[in-house]
């Protein structure tokens, strides 16, 4: 097969697109902060938090339909064993995330003018609590590059034959220049192209797979399908707790993100992030729904009259793949090039967010206000566009690994569920939690995690919860084991932080053994920093937070 030169012309045509609008935004961005005197920090990271309603929805819903959503939700609806039912309860679960971030964190992070979903730590905890649950927040982002790289990399060498690898540094390249030009004005700007090329792009290709004579009417083949497995899906009773299981992990592990709080925090005034967060999650299931109706069609299909021929994708193990072999099978070719645009625009979207996040957590949590709190606005400057280069090099050179970029992914979204939303969660709603309280939560819940067993990284089981069973040589969990861990995460957070309370504060442990200073904190007011070296910038905020709450 020869290289498709339209295809390939198409697409540097969408780059410079895109390319273009973030340097258009980057000088807008420049302009922005002349005229408002807002510091270099603030600008790059929170676009100086001027982003109106009707951007921050775009923005909001771009960064979650991102390729691996797209491939993703098609790839499921034509597994058998997942189908319909099964999708359903992933895209409503993405689709909550959104409104529960926006009913319970926006609000109350915008108020207090926090740079990161990490500073309400380092107010309460302290810098180093904070910098042990900054790494885990970068290790989310840098693991969720390559995920949505992978997508794109994939769809890009099945339509265009090219190589993987090259598509993958191209899409990486452009999307580092311009978060390097004009942080989250770029970014967001480009997200409102982007998400409308996914838009018009996918409405585009749906009908032609649809109407391609080798695919059968989806409506007759929902519950009975004579070419494979009906696309309604085989739910199995006993998998009822694993459903609800990962409706809950990917509901709530969504507000573990930075990427996620870097939306909230840029926005206009907490009433347009609230709005935003719960609008956005109502565009996902319209996003939502494309990838369905390509997946149904793909399992609808008679992939022997097509040029794909025999046997079908799912049968070669190329499920992953079914989206960009539908649109390169079931549509003529200029249609496929406009559904890789789509899929390109969608990774780019995702894979900006995650650099940004990364280089925000970084920037801020660790370099600043842990390694070196003296540094300069100029040095922080630089410290921002050198994460942003590290996180997008490395995440794409992770997408060499294919499949254990999968397993990192995996452990990052964990790590977002297990570790950083409890401790979210905890901070800013109980007044009791400490730093004893943190690290016994971070304890806890990793271990427990890790005795539950996880067949996808081969991980054996140690604790064998009601359900768990012995299939084909591998012991499978049946209970809501992520959601069991996320729990006694928190558990452990208010008990340990409670024990420690009462211990130092009752004189039952002498003060010199209090590292973290909890007797110290004789108001247990949520938020209010911890010590006296704190930077003159977050001296600042903290002002201004105190000021908004006395209004």
Request: one cysteine or more.
């Amino acid at each position: 097969m020869a290289v498709n030169v339209p295809g390939v012309i198409v697409m540097v045509v969408f780059y410079l697109l895109v390319l273009g609008t973030g340097i258009w935004a980057s000088f807008k961005s420049r302009r922005k902060q002349k005229k408002s005197g807002a510091t270099g920090m603030e600008m790059v990271l929170l676009g100086n938090r001027s982003i109106n309603m009707v951007v921050g929805v775009f923005t909001m819903t771009a960064t979650w339909v991102g390729g691996a959503f797209i491939v993703g939700t098609a790839e499921m609806m034509y597994t058998p064993s997942m189908g319909l039912i099964w999708t359903v309860v992933v895209v409503l679960a993405y689709s909550s995330s959104f409104i529960a971030g926006g009913l319970l964190f926006a609000k109350p992070m915008r108020e207090r003018n926090f740079l990161t979903m990490l500073d309400p730590f380092h107010f309460k905890y302290g810098k180093e609590i904070t910098a042990v649950l900054s790494l885990a927040s970068l290790f989310t982002d840098l693991t969720w590059v390559p995920s949505t790289l992978i997508s794109l990399g994939g769809t890009m060498s099945v339509v265009l034959d090219l190589s993987f690898s090259l598509c993958v540094w191209i899409s990486a390249v452009v999307a580092i220049i311009y978060t390097l030009m004009g942080g989250l004005y770029s970014v967001a700007y480009t997200d409102i192209i982007q998400l409308g090329l996914i838009f018009v792009g996918l409405k585009v290709c749906v009908p032609f797979i649809l109407m391609n004579p080798s695919t059968m009417d989806i409506s007759q083949t929902l519950m009975n399908n004579t070419l494979n497995a009906p696309w309604i899906g085989q739910p199995e009773l006993k998998k009822i707790w694993i459903m609800i299981d990962d409706f809950i992990f990917l509901a709530l592990g969504g507000v573990g993100y930075q990427s996620f709080h870097q939306r909230t925090l840029s926005a206009s005034t907490p009433a347009t992030a609230k709005i935003s967060c719960i609008t956005a999650g109502f565009f996902i299931l319209i996003f939502g729904i494309p990838p369905v109706l390509i997946g149904a069609a793909a399992a609808s299909t008679d992939w022997n009259q097509t040029t794909y021929g025999s046997p079908s994708p799912y049968e070669r193990g190329e499920a992953a793949l079914v989206l960009p072999i539908a649109l390169q099978h079931l549509t003529p070719t200029f249609i496929s090039i406009i559904g890789i645009g789509c899929i390109a625009a969608a990774a780019m979207s995702s894979a900006d967010s995650a650099l940004l996040s990364g280089a925000s957590v970084f920037t801020t949590n660790i370099y600043k206000n842990f390694l070196r709190p003296q540094a300069s606005e100029r040095e922080i400057q630089w410290v921002i566009r050198a994460s942003v280069v590290v996180v997008g090099v490395t995440g794409s050179a992770l997408t060499n690994l294919k499949n254990s970029v999968l397993l990192f992914w995996f452990v990052g979204a964990e790590a977002a569920f297990i570790i950083v939303f409890p401790q979210l969660f905890c901070v800013l709603y109980f007044n009791i939690s400490n730093s004893y309280g943190a690290l016994g939560g971070v304890l806890v819940g990793v271990a427990l995690r890790l005795l539950s067993g996880d067949p996808t990284i081969g991980l054996e089981p140690v604790l064998h919860f009601p359900g768990c069973t012995l299939e084909d040589g591998v012991y499978v969990q049946y209970a809501p084991v992520k959601t069991i861990s996320m729990l006694s995460t928190i558990a452990a957070i208010l008990l340990f932080s409670y024990l420690a309370s009462v211990l130092f504060n009752k004189g039952v442990l002498p003060e010199k053994w209090d590292v973290f200073k909890v007797k110290a904190q004789h108001s247990p007011v949520p938020l209010s920093p911890v010590g006296g070296a704190i930077e003159e910038e977050e001296d600042d905020r903290l002002a201004r937070t105190n000021s908004q709450n006395t209004c």
